[in-house]
Structure formats: structure tokens, C-alpha cells
């Protein structure tokens, strides 16, 4: 299945602990590459949430973000650490025995120190699974898209392999006609000072020359390229790095055969085929 390398997911839960909001970008990249912002109560789990993405999306970098926002505590009482606020207010007369006309410090203000107000405890363990689940759907979603994506680069690109097969195509039909055309006029020109050559090293020089535009190999590689690049296609595994390689084979290969061009038809060919290569090479950046 070929994917993409870039997509969206955003999946949300409301949980006995409050509200997780997963968001997943994912763009190209070289590598496999995972960024994530986690909310402090799940700083501890961010090597499992790594594995759990890189688990799932072999190349490209993902921005992986949770947001979460707990439930509010609407008709709770307050919870008072009251042995740290006793000690605070110790602390402050003593203080106040060391200032002149030193200003009270008000209840309010004690309750604003770290601590005093007591946190409400919360079920990490179910926090933690409830937000591997949440992202474990996220993750589906993104590899769908990606998937569905990759399936329009797909069809891109045998689009492509087509145009190149009729390409060579032109070639093989015409190759014949070029190499006796070349071969003719070559032949005329030579007759016109033979009086000056040796008649066996003419010919010797004829074959030569119809040796190096002979591309005969070339088609033949650039055909066995065309195969293995739909064998790839169909492939259940990223293939992307495998595809560039294979582009870059392409591209050796066309520019062998316009360097032999001994006519406009080959020429062209060869523009043409470096042209299809390089917009498969657009849509391959893409695909992991």
C-alpha cells in the first residue's frame, strides 16, 4: 500500500479525568522524525507515545500535540495543606519582627503559595490508557489519509510509466528506419570523396558510428526499470527511498540515450522522458 507522507488526524475524549484533544501533522522528511508537546500529568509516558507513532508511520515527521484539560471542581471543597499554611504564617510574623511597618500578609495571599491549596489527584494509570487509546485512533485516521493520498501518487505515477512505455515505444519503431537513414547519408558523404579513402575503412568507420547510436541497451534497461517500478507499486511496505533510486536510474539512462541521439525523433524522446521523470520524482518526495 502505497502512503503518502503527509496528513491530518485530530481525535478528542472526554474522560472520567477531563477533556484529551490528540492533533497529528505529518509532512515529508528524509527520515522518520516525531515531535511531541504533551501536557505535564503525561511527561512520564513520552517514550511509549513515541514508540506507539513511530510504530505506525515508518518515514516522514509527525508534530504529535495532546491537549488536556481536566475536569473542573465545581461543588468540591478545597483541600488545604493546613500544617504548611500554619507554617507560612509562623514564618511571616517572624519576618514581621525583622521589617518596620512590614504591610500583613492576607489570607488570600497564603493560599496562593505552591501547595497550600492541595492539588486534585487523579488516576494516572487511566489517564495514561485512556490517551494511548485516544491516540491509537488518531493514528488510524492519519495512516488513512495517508493512505488514501498515497493511493492518488500511486495512479500519478503509473500514469507516468505508461507515458514512458509509449516513449520507448516510439523508439523501437523508429530505430531501424533512423539507423539506415544515418547509415545512407553517411555512405553519400563518404562516396563523395572516395577517391581519398580506403572502401574497407569506410565501412569499418559506418559500423562504428552505428555501434554508439545503437540504444538498444538502453531501451532495454529503461524497460526493466518501467517493470520493477510497478513491482514496487504494489508493494505493503514504504518504498519511497526504493522509488528515488529507481528515478535516478531513469535519469541515467535518458541521458545516455539523448548523448547517442543521432536524429530529432530519439532527441525528442529523450526530453520527453526526462520530463515524465521528473514529475514522478515530484510525487516519489512524497510517498513514504
Do not use: C
Amino acid at each position: 500500500m502505497i502512503r503518502s507522507m503527509t496528513a491530518f488526524a485530530r481525535r478528542e475524549s472526554d474522560t472520567p479525568n477531563g477533556l484529551l484533544i490528540w492533533e497529528l501533522r505529518s509532512v515529508n522528511h528524509r527520515f522518520s522524525e516525531v515531535s511531541l508537546r504533551l501536557p505535564e500529568e503525561l511527561r512520564a509516558f513520552e517514550p511509549k507515545i513515541r514508540e506507539a507513532v513511530a510504530g505506525r508511520v515508518k518515514r516522514g515527521k509527525v508534530d504529535a500535540s495532546l491537549r488536556f484539560q481536566p475536569v473542573a471542581d465545581t461543588g468540591q471543597s478545597i483541600d488545604i495543606d493546613k500544617e504548611l499554611a500554619t507554617r507560612l504564617a509562623h514564618t511571616t510574623r517572624e519576618v514581621d519582627q525583622l521589617l518596620y511597618n512590614a504591610a500583613p500578609i492576607s489570607a488570600l495571599e497564603v493560599l496562593r503559595w505552591p501547595g497550600v491549596i492541595k492539588a486534585v489527584e487523579r488516576d494516572g494509570a487511566q489517564l495514561a490508557a485512556d490517551a494511548m487509546a485516544l491516540l491509537a485512533e488518531a493514528l488510524d485516521e492519519l495512516v488513512e489519509t495517508r493512505e488514501r493520498e498515497g493511493e492518488k501518487l500511486k495512479q500519478a505515477i503509473a500514469t507516468r510509466i505508461a507515458a514512458i512505455e509509449v516513449q520507448l515505444d516510439i523508439v523501437r519503431q523508429r530505430l531501424p528506419d533512423i539507423l539506415q537513414t544515418m547509415r545512407d547519408r553517411l555512405t553519400t558523404r563518404l562516396q563523395e570523396i572516395q577517391g581519398e579513402l580506403d572502401p574497407a575503412r569506410v565501412e569499418q568507420e559506418i559500423v562504428i558510428l552505428a555501434n554508439k547510436a545503437d540504444v538498444d541497451e538502453e531501451l532495454d534497461r529503461l524497460a526493466a526499470h518501467v517493470t520493477e517500478v510497478r513491482r514496487v507499486l504494489e508493494q505493503d511496505e514504504p518504498v519511497g527511498r526504493r522509488l528515488d533510486f529507481l528515478m535516478q536510474e531513469f535519469n541515467r539512462e535518458a541521458n545516455t540515450l539523448g548523448s547517442k541521439s543521432v536524429h530529432t525523433d530519439t532527441t525528442s524522446v529523450s526530453v520527453e522522458l526526462k520530463v515524465l521523470i521528473e514529475q514522478m520524482r515530484e510525487q516519489i518526495q512524497n510517498i513514504e
